[in-house]
């Protein structure tokens, strides 16, 4: 069941048009709401699809996959290519709409926007690229070749964090591959899908290609979606508990799976740092997104005589930090996306304060409309603490100090996580050694960000399964075929 957003007047803006009329043209069923966690004002509701929708999104999907994936690369590439036009004319709208349903700063949603249209630009490039190969024969009566095709109808499972890019970081690559996709957003943040969709369909997007479930119970509609024998492949963000569930429901018809899942990320700071590029580069890793990205730096190793500077420095830079509302200027700091996320940080924090670790700044909920917490500095944190083993999500930075890099090392990797890393260092051979060195998918040195169209993103151990972008992200939705041709025989 393809899902678009039923315009009431053309001119009206986009992200108005999403508030005022989200459902599918005739839906009659059940519907949620939609909340803005800055404010807690009702944004409006939208359709709440059960698995009977999600089985005829899966139809939909295998309906049209021929027909797609018969399609020349380069026919591919050029509605790609299209949506992406549509994206980036409709920026400004689609970052207003995720500041309104998610909480992020404006500007911070305008970067996630253009950054999720990067991916579906590097695709569509890519889809002209995914080249097979001719092998060299074992006998001469015989050619072998190996050619590449999609896998097939995808299910694409996405978070509420990064509602946009995330949706485009997974869908570009299937559809470049030749596959179709039906996407399940998270229930916190649908209306950044809606709109993709839309603008999907005004780009040339035939009819079952992409398709969209919404719903407020995720469990129901990703149980059809990991049953379904016509879905071949699962692709994942999200908790990592939720990860092996979806995991294990995969098994049974063997789907293939791609899993971006949790992080436990170290920030590395060595004593011959630039300490100002390490804090600049720690308001980015830990207080983007108010510290709810899966690569946010949580644990803070920091060698022993550089730690009350580093500290200071850093002390200084978060007193400037502004809570409020992503649409008003000024606004540095967004909400916690709901009540429960709310809850469980306040008591990573209470606990860690029982456990020994010593309060800086911060440390509370902050009393005003929305779901807010104040950025907070913990001290003294120590590897045996429960804050130290979680994944925050929330603007909390948790210190401790090492002797050596040895230690250092072994602190980092001292968790079940694996996605990123960041370590500050001026010395050239630890700037070789470190990356090799950590437990990591992915390892920024000198820079607070991992993220780009061009590189792999994914982690290791507990942090998932695959990668997302770069040249080998197009490779989680096609199947290697191998064709051999007996009969050749010798020219006559």
Known sequence: MTVLARSTEAGDALADRIITCPLPGGWRGPTFPVLNPATGAHLTDVADMGPDEAKAAVKAASQALASWAGR???????????????????????????????????????????HGASYIAWFAEEAKRLYGDVI??????????????????VAAITPWNF???????????????????????????????????????????????????????????????????????????????????????CADTVKKVSLEL?????????????????????????FRNAGQTCISANRFLVEAS????????????????????????????????????????????????????TLLTGGYRIERPGTFYAPTVLADVTPAMDISKAEIFGPVVTLSAFETEAEAIRLANDTDYGLAAYAFTREMGRLWRLPEALEFGMVAMNEG????????????????????????????YAEIKYVGMGGIGAAR
Request: proline share 6%; net charge neutral.
């Open 136 to 153: 060299p024969t074992n006998d001469p009566n015989r050619r072998m070749l190996a050619i590449r095709q999609p896998i097939g109808v």
């Open 72 to 114: 020349t690369a380069k026919e591919r590439a050029a509605i790609l290519m299209a949506w992406h036009d549509r994206i980036l004319q409709n920026k400004d709208e689609l970052a207003r709409l995720l500041t309104l349903e998610m909480g992020k700063p404006l500007a911070e949603a305008a970067g996630e926007v253009a």
């Open 262 to 286: 949790g992080g436990n990320a170290p920030f590395i700071v060595f004593a011959d740092a630039d300490l100002d590029t390490a804090v600049n580069s720690a308001m980015l890793a830990k």
């Open 163 to 249: 509602p946009s890019a995330m949706i485009m970081r997974k869908v570009a690559p299937a559809l470049a591959a030749g596959c179709t996709v039906v996407i399940k957003p998270a229930e916190d943040t649908p209306l950044s899908a809606i709109a993709l969709l839309q603008l999907a369909g005004e780009a040339g997007m035939p009819e079952g290609v992409l398709s969209l479930v919404t719903c407020r119970k995720p469990a129901e509609i990703a149980r059809v979606l990991t049953d379904h024998r016509d879905v071949r492949k699962l692709s994942f963000t999200g908790s990592t508990a939720v990860g092996k569930l979806l995991m294990r429901q």
């Open 306 to 357: 550089v730690l009350p500077a580093f500290t200071e420095k850093l002390l200084a830079r978060i007193a400037g930090l502004k809570a409020g509302d992503g649409l008003e200027a000024g606004t540095s700091l967004g909400p916690i996306i709901n009540e429960a996320g709310l809850a469980k940080i306040d008591r990573l924090v209470t606990t860690a304060m029982e456990q020994g670790a």
């Open 449 to 476: 960000t991992v993220g780009s169209e061009a590189a792999p993103f994914g982690g290791v151990k507990e942090s998932g399964i695959g990668r997302e972008g770069s040249r080998v992200g197009i490779d989680e």
